[in-house]
């Protein structure tokens, strides 16, 4: 049996790699080379220089590849690495369609870099698929989303807005660090192209800034692996080799930020200081159907706005936690509490923001695989 053809849980331990020829090693080596001896010039059937190509890269890409259920995987050096990859395929006057909740640093990169070279982007409710349909026209190039979104958990339906952009031959990305591949596959539901941020839950233990790029095209890929090379936003060996190891526990990671998340939720739901929370499991949360229908489970992000709260008691409730830690990122073991205005939404004006819900008394959970009871033990007291 081919091991990209197996299920998850084993695909995450073994997928793209195989005992190390030489030593019989079971964990893939750390080739920490930045150039390989070629046998004559001009030669280019091995490894050549490791900006292109590493080893211990490949297996990592075999491995994303295999687990997002796509035929090729690229790494970078960040998240915004990879999402500055795609934006690279498009050309000035070319038009991008995407969401109006998005990662910080997306709506920074689209705005402040990709905005002045001349691409145009339209940020807009994809709650319906339908809404992207009155701005499609003939420049239309890429349809970018995130789903579950960042920081307010909106559910975007990627099968139907896969639908649109199929038919008219628009590209469809899909950010899917916060459902992970454990959660939600946007390949087997239409996307043209998976981006995640590897150093959330994929890398899992918050030692790792990583990105990566899924596709099955064979000359998207070509495009992409050409911008991968010319460009040199690739991670070196070390880094490789920890994403590795870190995703051979993904699928248990998830299933416990899942229960833990589930657990989080349900107790801050009725707790009298919190006024909205943002969490896709509960029934009443908007597009709860679709996301019971693209996503096999919730996963362990959960957001919360503070009752009556002014930034600066915000920043106090923030400052309390003894478990959560105050940081920036999101999907390791451990549970962090982050501040979106003031930290990873910063760059995003403040109505813009605010349209949506991103508001200052907004706190962003990163529910950890601690002991439940610890964690809600450490929100019951900082609240207090
Ligand atoms: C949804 C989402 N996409 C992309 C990124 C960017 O990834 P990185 O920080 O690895 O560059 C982040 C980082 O927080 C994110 O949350």
């Known amino acids: 049996m081919m091991k990209d053809n197996m299920k998850f849980a084993t695909k995450a331990i073994h997928a793209g790699q195989e005992p190390d020829p030489t030593t019989g090693a079971v964990m893939t080596p750390i080739y920490q080379t930045s150039t390989y001896a070629q046998k004559a010039p001009g030669d280019h059937k091995g490894f050549e220089y490791s900006r292109g190509t590493n080893p211990t890269r490949q297996a990592l890409e075999a491995c994303l590849a295999a687990l997002e259920n796509a035929k090729y995987g690229l790494a970078f050096s960040s998240g915004m690495g990879a999402t500055d990859a795609v934006m690279k395929l498009l050309q000035p006057g070319d038009e991008v369609i995407t969401g109006n909740d998005l990662y910080g640093g997306s709506y920074r990169i689209f705005t402040k870099i990709y905005m002045k070279y001349g691409i145009k982007f339209h940020f807009l409710d994809l709650s319906k698929p339908e809404n992207i349909e009155q ?29 649109i952009t199929k038919a008219n031959n628009i590209l469809l990305s899909v950010d899917n660090t916060f459902a992970s591949p454990y ?40 495009q992409l692996w050409f911008i991968y090379n010319a460009c040199g936003a690739t991670p ?6 920890l994403v590795l190891r870190g995703i051979k526990t993904l699928h248990l990671r998830m299933k416990a930020h899942c229960e833990n998340g589930a657990r989080v939720a349900a107790f801050l739901k009725t707790h009298p200081k919190i006024d909205k929370i943002y969490w896709p499991g509960f029934e009443d949360h908007p597009n709860h159907d679709v996301a019971k ?40 073991v451990e549970s962090l509490i982050n501040h979106p205005t003031s930290m990873t939404h910063g760059s995003i004006p403040k109505d813009e923001r605010e349209k949506v819900g991103v508001t200052d008394n907004l706190l962003r959970l990163s529910v950890g695989v601690e002991d439940i009871e610890d964690l809600l033990a450490d929100l019951e007291q900082a609240l207090s």
């Not at 839950?201 to 998207?220: K, T």
């Not at 070196?236 to 080799?241: C, E, N, S, V």
């Not at 959960?302 to 009752?307: H, M, P, R």
């Open 236 to 241: 070196g060996p070390q880094d490789a080799f």
């Open 135 to 163: 701005y499609i026209n003939e420049k239309t190039k890429l349809v970018w989303i995130e789903t579950p979104t960042n920081p307010t958990m909106q559910i975007i339906d990627i099968e139907g807005i896969a639908k």
């Open 183 to 222: 959660l939600q596959n946007p390949m087997d539901l239409g996307a043209d192209i998976v981006m995640h941020s590897v150093t959330k839950y994929i890398g899992g233990h918050s030692d790792v800034v990583m990105g990566a790029l899924l596709v099955n095209d064979d000359e998207l890929y070509k």
């Open 293 to 332: 229908r693209q996503m096999r489970d919730f996963g362990g992000m959960v957001s919360i706005t503070i009752k009556d709260a002014d930034l600066q008691e915000t920043y106090r409730i923030a400052s309390r936690f003894k478990v959560f830690t105050l940081a920036e990122s999101l999907g390791g």
